[in-house]
């Protein structure tokens, strides 16, 4: 049986008079997909920046590959938990080529060079290392971030609506190469949209 890769109880954030997470519990095996379904405003995204360390829930337990990363008392900096994120906008740095913005995230004593090569083959773009985000489609962006992501070897993958910007033509073929790079890499991932479609097609549960 697999390991429990992330697990959270009671998650709960306000933001002034708004309850955006009420009492979230959830429990993901390594290697699993799940999709946050839901319309705008239900609390999704907020659920993914509290399992990212980008807010502090004001109550809940958050334990990622075995270690508590968020509870009372305690709170672990999104840089020490282990996570990859891709946000909505991917979030690339215009000023650095393709290779300084998968590399940017790598610590020290890792071969940047030759993890860099890596995760761009993984995700299909071996030849790009020296291209600038202007000069790459949408699609490209998306394969770029989703490198970045990878490239520490986290122990989960967060993606925000991460076809919501592809033309609605792109978007099928993007979805199916996303999940075959994400399965390939062995990633446990939890990824936010409001498309029934697209959650089914990716995850293996739907909360």
């Given at each position: 049986m697999?390991?429990?890769?992330?697990?959270?109880?009671?998650?709960?954030?306000?933001f002034?008079?708004?309850?955006?997470?009420?009492?979230?519990?959830?429990?993901?095996?390594?290697?699993?997909?799940?999709?946050?379904?839901?319309?705008?405003?239900?609390?999704k995204?907020?659920?993914?920046?509290?399992?990212?360390?980008?807010?502090?829930?004001?109550?809940g337990?958050?334990?990622?590959g075995?270690?508590?990363?968020?509870s009372e008392?305690?709170?672990?900096?999104?840089e020490?938990?282990?996570?990859?994120?891709v946000?909505?906008?991917?979030?690339?740095f215009?000023?650095?080529?393709?290779?300084?913005?998968?590399?940017?995230?790598?610590?020290?004593?890792?071969?940047?060079?030759?993890?860099v090569?890596?995760?761009?083959?993984?995700?299909?773009?071996?030849?790009?290392?020296?291209?600038?985000?202007?000069e790459?489609?949408?699609?490209?962006q998306?394969?770029?971030?989703?490198?970045?992501?990878?490239?520490?070897?986290?122990?989960?993958?967060?993606?925000?609506?991460?076809?919501?910007?592809?033309?609605?033509?792109?978007?099928?073929?993007?979805?199916?190469?996303?999940?075959?790079?994400?399965?390939?890499?062995?990633?446990?991932?939890?990824?936010?949209?409001?498309?029934?479609?697209?959650?089914?097609s990716l995850?293996?549960?739907?909360?």
């Amino acid at each position: 049986m697999s390991s429990t890769a992330i697990r959270c109880e009671g998650l709960s954030k306000q933001f002034g008079e708004v309850r955006a997470v009420d009492g979230v519990n959830l429990s993901l095996r390594t290697g699993q997909f799940l999709a946050l379904l839901g319309p705008s405003g239900c609390g999704k995204t907020t659920t993914l920046r509290l399992l990212a360390g980008f807010e502090a829930p004001d109550e809940g337990r958050i334990d990622i590959g075995g270690q508590v990363v968020s509870s009372e008392g305690k709170f672990v900096p999104p840089e020490r938990r282990s996570v990859g994120m891709v946000f909505q906008e991917y979030a690339l740095f215009p000023h650095m080529t393709v290779a300084d913005n998968v590399a940017y995230g790598l610590g020290r004593g890792i071969d940047k060079k030759k993890r860099v090569a890596e995760v761009l083959a993984l995700v299909g773009l071996p030849d790009l290392q020296k291209r600038m985000p202007h000069e790459l489609s949408g699609g490209q962006q998306q394969r770029v971030a989703l490198a970045r992501a990878l490239a520490p070897n986290p122990q989960l993958i967060l993606l925000d609506e991460p076809f919501s910007n592809l033309d609605a033509g792109l978007r099928t073929q993007i979805r199916a190469e996303v999940r075959q790079i994400l399965r390939k890499a062995h990633a446990t991932v939890i990824f936010v949209t409001h498309d029934q479609e697209e959650a089914l097609s990716l995850a293996d549960e739907v909360a």
